[in-house]
């Protein structure tokens, strides 16, 4: 109803914000920077999804975060004071494990990830190799074939703190047969800053992994439409559906691919000098509606 527009929902009047409440069944959030930061839930976000729920909205909380399988994500949020089930979470490393099983595969995974993956892996029943540090030898160059397994069918990038040099030889080498499939989680490039130390986010890895193997990969995180797809067999309606995030070029670029209709907090990366950078530049999407923070919405309405 407001889209694009970057409209404050707080300059709406009381039957704006009713219009707007009754504009989605569906609300898929975004969880760092929306919800919570690091372990720190943002102050009145729970109030809000759980007020979703009880306008008998479906909630699903989707995150780009590949480090954690769902139960221990609904755990977390348990804990924050959102209701939140494991089946309602859709996090990178779930949406890997469901699309390797959707295809029928069958081989290993080289994976140059976390726990988070592998373990959704485990529980398709897929095996995978790669977790923890693969030291660097100084001899590193003299990797032959007979370090590479020879049932690996595809390579998944996705947060590795352990990420090294032999690493990304064995990818490139698994991906350099045209059979062996190459998918990641997410391209973010950066963590949402809690300090002034920058810490890298997937994307990094995945370019990396990109450029030695001079491959593309298949991107199933945000801004990527396999969520939309994932959902649409549960009968979504894209036109009624409400994308929450605090990221224009994923959150808010994903929910503008998929038909949705967005609104935009400014509690984590996107802050209001971005925006209205963004604004001005017109180059990435923009938000239909605009909040401080996602707990100012029940102000409105009571
Ligand atoms: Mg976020």
């Known amino acids: 109803m407001f889209k694009s527009a970057v409209h404050n929902l707080e300059e709406s009047s009381k039957e704006q914000v009713q219009e707007f409440l009754n504009s989605f069944d569906t609300v898929l959030s975004d969880c760092d920077g929306v919800l919570w930061i690091n372990n720190n839930a943002i102050p009145g976000s729970a109030d809000v999804i759980n007020y979703f729920r009880k306008l008998g909205k479906r909630v699903f909380y989707v995150t780009n975060n590949s480090t954690k399988v769902r139960a221990d994500f609904a755990l977390k949020a348990q804990e924050l004071g959102f209701i939140a089930e494991p089946e309602e979470i859709l996090s990178t490393a779930y ?166 209709q967005t609104l935009l907090v400014l509690t984590g990366v996107t802050s209001t000098k971005d925006l209205e950078k963004i604004r001005s530049e017109q180059k990435e999407p923009l938000p239909d509606v605009v909040l401080p923070k996602l707990g100012n919405l029940l102000n409105l309405v009571s």
């Open 95 to 260: 949406l890997v494990a469901h699309y390797l099983k959707g295809i029928g595969f069958k081989k290993k995974v080289y994976l140059i990830g976390s726990n988070g993956v592998g373990d959704e892996l485990k529980a398709v029943g897929i095996r995978h190799i790669g977790i923890g540090p693969d030291q660097v030898k100084a001899d590193f160059k003299s990797m032959t074939q007979s370090d590479l397994d020879p049932e690996v069918g595809a390579v998944v990038v996705g947060f590795d703190e352990h990420v090294s040099y032999p690493k990304f030889m064995k990818a490139a080498s698994y991906l350099a047969n045209d059979e062996c499939l190459f998918v990641a989680t997410n391209t973010d490039e950066r963590f949402p800053k809690s300090s002034t130390i920058i810490v890298p986010g997937t994307g990094t890895l995945v370019r990396a992994v990109e450029t030695c193997s001079e491959r593309k990969a298949l991107v199933l995180g945000k801004p990527n439409d396999y969520v939309r797809k994932f959902l649409e067999s549960f009968g979504l309606d894209p036109a009624r559906t409400l994308m929450i995030g605090d990221r224009c070029n994923t959150d808010i670029e994903f929910g503008v691919r998929c038909g949705f």
